[in-house]
């Protein structure tokens, strides 16, 4: 009886940990939206969307190991970060985009819009032919040292002028805020 309480037990922590950690996730979704949709018009009937975020949730590479060699407190956790490098990750932001818009933000919806693959992307570019629209690309969260979490933040068009960038997040006093931004790079 006694393991079969401690199996409930540790099922029941191990639910709430990734429960936890999804509407972590969510949170720092939505301030990567409100930060760069901001200054984005709403999408109304006809209307050409200038940003579109990419539906899946990019893998991590060793291009983390990079941004850690550049920050101290990265540093310092280097062994958590790096055991989380996952290249074969297939993940997409279906449940955070819905439980951001589920109840609030509805203004940012109108702003985001839905998603888009890349090859859809494609095709709205090539339909429209123009050259100013991008596909925002948000790379799974990697959490560390029970508050903080790194995030990449890419920006791609059809023609040069890429841009990226890693957002160091902090959790203060529950809401998720970017500390400092990383490794930015531009063509």
Not at 74 to 80: D, E, G, H, Q, Y
Not at 100 to 118: D, G
Request: with cysteine; hydrophobic share 40%; glycine share 2%.
């Amino acid at each position: 009886m006694k393991i079969k309480n401690v199996l409930l037990l540790l099922f029941f922590l191990s639910t709430t940990f990734i429960s936890a950690q999804e509407k972590d996730e969510a949170a720092i979704l939505k301030v990567i939206l409100n930060k760069y949709y901001k200054n984005e018009k709403v999408i109304v009937k006809n209307r050409l969307q200038f940003l579109s975020l990419y539906c899946n949730k990019a893998p991590n590479n060793e291009e983390v190991n990079e941004v850690i060699q550049g920050n101290e407190l990265l540093k310092k956790n280097a062994n958590s970060i790096k055991s989380k490098i996952d290249i074969t990750l297939n993940e997409n932001w279906d449940q955070e985009l819905n439980a951001i818009f589920a109840t609030e933000n509805k203004y940012l919806k109108t702003k985001v819009n839905s998603c888009l693959s890349h090859e859809e992307f494609q095709k709205v570019s090539k339909r429209f032919n123009d050259n100013n629209q991008r596909l925002m690309i948000v790379s799974k969260p990697i959490f560390f040292d029970t508050k903080y979490c790194l995030v990449k933040v890419a920006f791609y068009r059809n023609i040069e002028h890429n841009n990226s960038c890693y957002l160091l997040f902090e959790n203060i006093k529950g809401v998720w805020t970017i500390k400092e931004t990383l490794n930015e790079w531009s063509t």
